[in-house]
């Protein structure tokens, strides 16, 4: 389906003002959960499916803050570093290849495995322990231009996505929609829509970025859409 630049960008904005991602304190935080799988991947706050290892996500009740986006979770002696950068309607819900791994040992397509709650604990921890889930060379989280500008200038100055972000002319977090190329922002006193090459919000199918999601019990991939 395709959508008016106008329609995209307006839908956008009151996705994003629902899960504002709080910069207001960079205190960590921690406990006991349980953890569950979910196996569609999927972001709140635009993050980008492409530019990150979707195996590896946290879709947690709590909005995304703009400082501790990276978490640790632990069960049965095995530990998997996790970014929230979604939140669930509730449960702690974790990449199903991240809660098989902690259940099993092994990967979701190796070894998929079928269940519940899974005891575990989590911690807040520095964003270096996430590194190697982003996909972008430079180390950034790389967002939808068209769909998180409520988040990019909902965090303060300072805070990690505020210093750590890169922009790409994509229209969905699946990457299904779009030009994979970058985009910027323009001075302040210039507005606040970015700057692409192309067109903000271009609805060409976009093939060169496929976000794979597996399936849950089966462990086949699945293209997320």
């Given at each position: 389906m395709l959508f008016s630049i106008s329609t995209l960008l307006t839908s956008a904005a009151v996705a994003s003002a629902a899960v504002l991602p709080s910069s207001s304190s960079t205190k960590r935080d921690g406990g006991s959960v349980s953890v569950t799988p979910h196996d569609r991947y999927s972001s709140s706050i635009g993050v980008l499916?492409?530019?990150?290892?979707?195996?590896?996500?946290?879709?947690?009740?709590?909005?995304?803050?703009?400082?501790?986006?990276?978490?640790?979770?632990?069960?049965?002696g095995?530990?998997?570093?996790?970014?929230?950068?979604?939140?669930s309607g509730g449960a702690y819900d974790i990449?199903?290849?991240?809660?098989?791994?902690?259940?099993?040992?092994?990967?979701?397509?190796?070894?998929?495995?079928?269940?519940?709650?899974?005891?575990?604990?989590?911690?807040?921890?520095?964003?270096?322990?996430c590194a190697d889930l982003l996909a972008a060379d430079d180390g950034t989280l790389g967002f939808s231009a068209a769909n998180s500008m409520n988040t990019i200038y909902g965090c303060a100055a300072g805070t990690w996505?505020?210093?750590?972000?890169?922009?790409?002319?994509?229209?969905?977090?699946?990457?299904?929609?779009?030009?994979?190329?970058?985009?910027?922002?323009?001075?302040a006193d210039q507005g606040n829509q970015p700057i692409c090459a192309h067109q903000l919000g271009i609805q060409d199918v976009l093939t060169t970025d496929p976000?794979?999601?597996?399936?849950y019990g089966t462990g086949k991939l699945s293209l997320a859409v």
């Amino acid at each position: 389906m395709l959508f008016s630049i106008s329609t995209l960008l307006t839908s956008a904005a009151v996705a994003s003002a629902a899960v504002l991602p709080s910069s207001s304190s960079t205190k960590r935080d921690g406990g006991s959960v349980s953890v569950t799988p979910h196996d569609r991947y999927s972001s709140s706050i635009g993050v980008l499916g492409c530019k990150i290892n979707t195996n590896r996500v946290a879709y947690w009740p709590s909005s995304p803050s703009c400082d501790n986006i990276c978490k640790k979770v632990s069960a049965n002696g095995r530990e998997v570093y996790l970014l929230h950068i979604d939140q669930s309607g509730g449960a702690y819900d974790i990449s199903y290849d991240a809660w098989n791994y902690l259940a099993t040992g092994q990967g979701a397509a190796e070894n998929p495995t079928q269940g519940g709650g899974l005891a575990a604990t989590y911690e807040d921890v520095d964003m270096s322990n996430c590194a190697d889930l982003l996909a972008a060379d430079d180390g950034t989280l790389g967002f939808s231009a068209a769909n998180s500008m409520n988040t990019i200038y909902g965090c303060a100055a300072g805070t990690w996505i505020s210093e750590n972000y890169s922009l790409y002319n994509i229209a969905t977090t699946q990457c299904t929609y779009g030009i994979d190329e970058a985009c910027t922002l323009p001075p302040a006193d210039q507005g606040n829509q970015p700057i692409c090459a192309h067109q903000l919000g271009i609805q060409d199918v976009l093939t060169t970025d496929p976000v794979w999601n597996i399936d849950y019990g089966t462990g086949k991939l699945s293209l997320a859409v």
